[in-house]
């Protein structure tokens, strides 16, 4: 079904990480690099890179002395960049989509937003087990996809950031697999 087409992981050119040794570290400098203009993704680095942190920032590697500059004058803690070589487990693909007919769930890590194709309603949010999520769902249950809060400017954890990337997937879907 074209409806739930799957998408090419596509990498920087020259890509490298920036590791963290906390998820609020990570997410915070990824809100200061997007500021800046920097192209950059949270991302689930293969487990052999991971410094104690699930998350990681991707970056153009040409891009590096720029950017830890920048993170040095915010006083973001970072605990290093690393460039992704050959031969390095890849970054781990934590989307997954489930089409149940009327509606579509989209899965991100441990978070997933249900949404009825017709409308663009969410009807279900559910997941994880941080302390935010009670708040997540009051905030995005019954909201048309385009209306709802970004999880990741309203939550601070690891679940709210998967729950925004399973958000910005729903999105793509039903602005027909662009994203919006």
């Not at 050119?13 to 500021?35: N, T």
């Not at 729950?163 to 910005?168: K, P, V």
């Amino acid at each position: 079904m074209s409806f739930l087409k799957s998408k090419q992981k596509t990498s920087f050119e020259g890509g490298g990480l920036v590791l963290f040794s906390d998820v609020p570290q990570a997410m915070a400098a990824e809100k200061v690099l997007k500021k800046a203009g920097y192209e950059v993704k949270l991302v689930a680095p293969p487990p052999e890179l991971r410094k104690g942190c699930d998350l990681a920032v991707e970056i153009n590697l040409v891009e590096q002395p720029g950017i830890e500059r920048l993170l040095k004058e915010k006083d973001a803690a970072y605990v290093g960049v690393l460039p992704l070589k050959a031969g390095t487990s890849e970054l781990l693909e934590i989307v997954k989509m489930t089409d149940f007919g009327s509606w579509v769930m989209v899965k991100a890590g441990n978070m997933k937003i249900t949404y009825n194709k017709e409308s663009g309603v969410i009807v279900n949010v559910s997941g994880g087990g941080c302390p935010d999520i009670p708040y997540l769902h009051t905030e995005l249950i019954d909201k048309l996809l385009e209306e709802a809060p970004r999880p990741k400017d309203i939550g601070f954890t690891l679940c709210a950031l998967n729950a925004d990337r399973a958000l910005e997937e729903c999105l793509a879907l039903q602005n027909g697999g662009n994203a919006p």
